[in-house]
């Protein structure tokens, strides 16, 4: 294993690259509520930034924060142009997504599929190195069973256990990542769709965690699962991040305690469900002017009120059915006169 310190800035949490969901209106919800985590990106192939048009596919807002851009990629020579023409946005870091089980990006040799190639997987990051100097990063499974995809006989079709994800490691760790997210489920790319593929194969922690004690000075961050605070600190305790997916949009206030993993924060109180909408409609009214989705605008309110008195009438005032351009700011304000005193306030 390559030995290479990396002087990343390390978030204890991030928020994972999810298609649909982490677009930038969901980011700029979610960067109210904590002001430390590490956002991303949903994944975008270098074909898109390469030849799509560049504003509309790469482009964020400073207020997001500290944004790490997910690019799928099957060749370094793409990785290269992509990453290239990323250097005009400020992205923190950019991160090779080898982890995505689709059959439409495993066909085309991207995510998860790329992990049958160690080789080429550390010359696409050799390439993303070259192109930048900001952090470059991958995401990507403790193994894969590529049977009935991955037909070059080169490649490896199953990596499973703990010595295939060292075998891995030792190839890809040469070219310098500066942090290694690993969504610790195996991708079956053949028979299971991606949701299934985020559920079926069982979670192994273990094999992550053994691998941050083994080999101390690799920057690891763990994926897969976590959902609350509690299970948060407990991988903490074991690596140097914990990454969130479905959670964040599931349960969406988890965002607002995440404070609460530091050490000195007892006097500290987490923002209001209330205050949070308050903050977030200039931001509605101001992109509904830019002629952004209403839909999308909504998306990142939804599961606000998780687990709360009156959750059902607030998540038929937000209805897809419901939501309308015209009359969308009028319904957030509904908010506060639908909702519990103290469900909003406290
Ligand atoms: C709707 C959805 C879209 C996703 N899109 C991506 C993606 O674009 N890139 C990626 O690396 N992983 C993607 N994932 C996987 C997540 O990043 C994460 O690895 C997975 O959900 C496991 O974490 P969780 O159990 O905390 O949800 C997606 C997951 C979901 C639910």
């Known amino acids: ?65 500290k944004v ?12 290269f142009k992509a990453v290239k023409l990323a250097e005009n946005f400020n992205y923190s870091e950019i991160n090779l997504n080898c982890g995505c089980p689709s059959d439409r990006v495993s066909g085309n040799l991207m995510g998860a599929a790329l992990m049958s190639s160690k080789e080429l997987v550390y010359e696409i990051l050799c390439a993303m190195k070259e192109a930048t100097n900001k952090p470059v990063t991958i995401k990507h499974r403790i193994g894969i069973d590529g049977t009935g995809i991955i037909t070059d006989k080169k490649s490896k079709v199953i990596m499973e256990g703990y010595e295939d994800l060292l075998d891995f490691l030792g190839t890809i760790s040469k070219a310098k990542p500066d942090r290694y997210t690993i969504h610790a489920r195996t991708a079956i790319l053949k028979g299971l769709s991606p949701k299934e593929n985020r559920d079926i194969p069982p979670l192994d922690y273990n094999m992550v965690y053994r691998l941050k004690k083994e080999f101390d000075y690799l920057n690891i961050e763990i994926n897969g699962g976590f959902k609350t605070l509690e299970q948060i ?5 074991h690596v140097d991040a914990v990454m969130i997916g479905r959670a964040a949009y599931e349960d969406a206030y ?18 209001s469900r209330g205050e949070i909408i308050r903050k977030y409609i200039p931001y509605v009214e101001e992109e509904l ?44 304000n509904k908010i506060f006169e639908i909702m519990p005193e103290d469900v909003l306030w406290k």
Do not use: C, W
């Not at 600190?233 to 305790?237: D, R, S, T």
């Not at 988890?254 to 923002?271: G, V």
């Open 68 to 79: 790490a851009l997910q690019i799928a990629a099957s060749n370094p020579e793409d990785a």
């Open 289 to 332: 002017e830019n002629g952004s989705n209403v839909h999308s605008l909504v998306f990142p309110l939804q599961s606000l009120f998780h687990g709360q008195r009156g959750n059902g009438q607030y998540k038929q005032l937000l209805s897809s059915s419901a939501i309308k351009k015209e009359t969308v700011l009028d319904t957030l």
């Open 1 to 65: 294993m390559e030995k290479y310190i990396s002087n990343i800035e390390n978030p204890k949490v991030s928020i994972a690259p999810m298609v649909d969901k982490t677009h930038r209106h969901f980011r700029y919800f979610s960067r109210i509520m904590d002001k430390d985590m590490l956002l991303y990106t949903e994944m975008i192939t270098a074909q898109a930034i390469i030849y799509g048009d560049l504003e509309k596919v790469l482009f964020f807002r400073e207020e997001e924060g």
């Open 254 to 271: 988890l965002l607002a305690n995440l404070y609460k993993l530091d050490s000195n924060s007892e006097n500290i109180s987490p923002l």
């Open 233 to 237: 600190k407990e991988g903490l305790k």
